[in-house]
């Protein structure tokens, strides 16, 4: 077997038996759609969505001096982190550039588990064994202990309610617990990647199927549908929340990306790229660099990532991510302008698509917010 040929999660079969249309995904043979892409993010905002996110990078921090390893390769304070609670957070190099953007979950005192991407599980497992030198704790890859499944949506909460013993209402955004879902046991997580409320569940591999099929019995009727990578990606753009590889790379900062709050500089001790980092502040503070924007097309014509953004036949910046929004009619697009062009507003901006300046609004991230 060549070692280029997707993996493949718990729920591959059943994808498949769904009529998925299936893609490669950082090394992941994943569902891109199961129908109508747009049917599927509607379902997600008006009632709910059922994803595989297994290909997700589960990385386990055990030990006495756990939270003060995190505390040195991440940007975060996670000493601070309460059991049963979690954090979003960064990794980044020594240059401040961000290796990857990371959901860190307090399971024990001393037991911690990091959810990198797919795409930078490897790079965040290596940097993550790396900086444990000379801290008594143990990083462990556990990519293969757990199947992740999503349910997303505003009927989640009454649908998983119906196959759990967990307290839900107790369980708030980012904060995670054990229970048993279908019987199963699940971490559950009050997390998400769709701007609506919802739920992910870290269980065994081998309990994804009984899993996934009692939430589609539970969940059918009030009318969830599983949902593919496609629709999480415009969801996850209506909301504002950044992409790796995308919004986040290693030649920015998080100050560059307009989330250096996630920065702690308060926490004690030394952390890998507090030098670069407390440059790029000031830096960002003096003479912001660009600025992370929303765009809503004026015309029908959808910008894509890497298109310039203009303004008086100059460019201004560059699209991150671009898609139509079934939500707002229109498509619409993130991307890094010049601080002088960044205001919501901002009149004469246009995306050159394809040669012809298509105009566009600037608007304040996100696109869209849920009624709470």
């Given at each position: 077997?060549?070692?280029?040929a997707?993996?493949?999660?718990?729920?591959?079969?059943?994808?498949?038996?769904?009529?998925?249309?299936?893609?490669?995904?950082?090394?992941?043979d994943?569902p891109l759609?199961?129908?109508?892409?747009?049917?599927?993010?509607?379902?997600?905002?008006?009632?709910?969505?059922?994803f595989?996110?297994?290909?997700?990078?589960?990385?386990?921090?055990?030990?006495?001096?756990?939270?003060?390893?995190?505390?040195?390769?991440?940007?975060?304070?996670?000493?601070?982190?309460?059991?049963?609670r979690?954090?979003?957070?960064?990794?980044?190099q020594?240059?401040?550039?961000?290796l990857?953007?990371?959901i860190?979950?307090?399971?024990?005192?001393?037991?911690?588990?990091?959810?990198?991407?797919?795409?930078?599980a490897?790079?965040?497992?290596?940097?993550?064994?790396?900086?444990?030198?000379?801290?008594?704790?143990?990083?462990?890859?556990?990519?293969?202990?757990?199947?992740?499944?999503?349910?997303?949506g505003?009927?989640?909460?009454?649908?998983?309610?119906s196959?759990?013993?967990?307290?839900?209402?107790?369980?708030?955004?980012?904060?995670?617990?054990?229970?048993?879902?279908?019987g199963?046991?699940?971490?559950?997580?009050?997390?998400?990647?769709?701007?609506?409320?919802?739920?992910e569940?870290?269980?065994?591999?081998?309990?994804?199927?009984k899993?996934?099929?009692?939430?589609?019995d539970?969940?059918?009727p009030a009318?969830?549908?599983p949902?593919?990578?496609?629709c999480?990606d415009?969801?996850?753009?209506?909301a504002?929340?950044?992409?790796y590889?995308?919004?986040?790379?290693?030649?920015?900062?998080?100050?560059?990306?307009?989330?250096?709050?996630?920065?702690?500089?308060?926490?004690?001790?030394?952390?890998?790229?507090r030098?670069?980092l407390?440059?790029a502040?000031?830096?960002?503070?003096?003479?912001?660099?660009r600025?992370?924007?929303?765009?809503?097309a004026?015309?029908?014509?959808?910008?894509r990532?890497?298109f310039?953004?203009?303004?008086?036949?100059?460019?201004?910046?560059?699209?991150?991510?671009?898609?139509?929004?079934?939500?707002?009619?229109?498509?619409i697009?993130?991307?890094?302008?010049?601080?002088?062009?960044?205001?919501?507003?901002?009149?004469?901006?246009?995306v050159?698509?394809?040669g012809?300046?298509?105009?566009y609004?600037?608007?304040?991230l996100?696109f869209?917010?849920?009624?709470?």
């Open positions: 077997m060549s070692s280029t997707p993996r493949h999660t718990a729920l591959d079969a059943l994808h498949r038996s769904l009529g998925a249309m299936m893609t490669d995904f950082a090394g992941w994943m759609r199961y129908g109508s892409e747009r049917d599927e993010h509607l379902a997600v905002r008006t009632k709910a969505g059922l595989d996110l297994s290909h997700m990078g589960e990385i386990t921090v055990t030990g006495p001096e756990a939270a003060a390893l995190l505390n040195h390769a991440l940007v975060g304070n996670i000493a601070t982190v309460g059991v049963g979690a954090r979003y957070t960064m990794i980044c020594e240059d401040g550039g961000i990857d953007d990371l860190v979950y307090r399971l024990a005192d001393d037991e911690y588990m990091v959810v990198a991407n797919a795409s930078n490897q790079v965040v497992l290596d940097a993550l064994t790396g900086r444990a030198a000379g801290f008594d704790a143990v990083v462990r890859d556990d990519r293969d202990a757990y199947a992740l499944i999503a349910v997303q505003p009927e989640s909460p009454g649908i998983l309610k196959v759990t013993d967990a307290d839900l209402d107790g369980l708030k955004y980012y904060a995670g617990l054990p229970g048993t879902v279908a199963v046991p699940a971490l559950i997580a009050r997390t998400g990647y769709t701007g609506e409320d919802g739920f569940l870290f269980v065994a591999p081998a309990d994804a199927e899993v996934w099929q009692a939430l589609t539970a969940g059918t009318g969830l549908v949902c593919g990578l496609s999480r415009t969801l996850r753009l209506e504002g929340m950044p992409l590889g995308h919004e986040l790379t290693t030649s920015l900062t998080p100050f560059d990306a307009g989330l250096g709050r996630v920065v702690k500089f308060e926490k004690e001790g030394d952390f890998v790229g030098e670069a407390t440059e502040a000031e830096r960002a503070a003096s003479e912001p660099p600025v992370l924007v929303g765009l809503i004026e015309g029908r014509r959808v910008p990532a890497g310039p953004v203009v303004s008086d036949g100059k460019v201004i910046g560059e699209v991150t991510s671009g898609a139509p929004s079934p939500t707002l009619g229109k498509p697009a993130m991307a890094y302008v010049d601080a002088a062009h960044a205001a919501p507003g901002t009149a004469g901006v246009g050159d698509i394809r012809s300046h298509e105009p609004e600037v608007v304040a996100p869209y917010k849920r009624q709470k």
